[in-house]
């Protein structure tokens, strides 16, 4: 079954029209979204037109952080103005008795507001090596640090989570009762996101430490 909507929509354009009863709005299942999530799409325009650009995210707290290249058109253009960010995990195909009631499972987020670049080297470097951890718990103590070159060469910026709304669907077909006795499978094609054996670099002599060890999930 399909839980009913959590909370109050923080905005007139963060709330969910499209089948409400999906809409999440409390911070719990945001938070589980995003932290779920290796990849968000941001979406902007500028004098070329509108686009929308994958990028690598995390979460500290009540914020959503990126990084890139100081050059970055897209940063640049984040600094001006609103955008909106979109996250979205499929978790299964759902396949119904009637081609129109056939639809899929799945988690998304859409944030709304504005980035910020996040100032001070200490927090720069600090909030870097999250986002690492992030990656691969264990690794940032391993590897070589950032040198002041590479950061000074580095933007990174966050927006606020404070208006966001998620949609979520899990469960079966929901299917008319005229189509209930159609001779045909019924049901769901679940999708996982799989941890596959790590891929040593040719070049590479050193023992893979506990977290590469560890990484494929059996």
């Known amino acids: 079954m399909t839980e009913p909507a959590s909370h109050a929509a923080p905005s007139e354009r963060t709330r969910v029209r499209r089948i409400p009863t999906n809409a999440h709005y409390d911070t719990a299942t945001l ?21 929308c650009i994958p ?11 990126i990084h890139g290249s100081n050059g970055s058109r897209m940063l640049k253009r984040l600094t001006e ?31 709304y507001g504005r980035f910020e670049v996040v ?11 999250t986002f690492m951890e992030k990656l691969a718990p264990g690794r940032q103590a391993d590897i070589r640090p950032g040198s002041d070159k590479e950061y000074a060469a580095t933007t990174i910026m966050r927006i606020a989570l404070d ?7 899990a469960g ?17 094609l679940p ?3 799989v941890q596959m054996k790590p891929i040593t670099d040719p070049a590479c ?11 494929q999930k059996w």
């Open 191 to 193: 999708f996982e996101r």
């Open 205 to 215: 002599t050193h023992a893979a430490p506990a977290y590469v060890v560890g990484w």
């Open 31 to 51: 938070h589980a979204i995003i932290d779920d999530a290796y990849l968000c799409h941001i979406a902007f325009a500028d004098d070329r037109g509108s686009h």
């Open 172 to 188: 079966g077909p929901e299917d008319d009762e005229e189509d209930m006795s159609w001779p045909v499978w019924a049901g769901v």
């Open 163 to 169: 208006e966001a709304a998620c949609k979520v669907r």
């Open 81 to 111: 103005g609103e955008t909106c960010v979109t996250i979205t995990h499929l978790d299964g195909l759902v396949m119904a008795r009637s081609a129109f009631n056939h639809s899929m499972n799945y988690r998304s987020a859409m944030v």
């Open 119 to 129: 100032e001070g080297e200490d927090e720069r470097r600090r909030t870097m090596e």
């Open 55 to 65: 990028t690598a995210c995390w979460r500290e707290g009540n914020h959503l952080y």
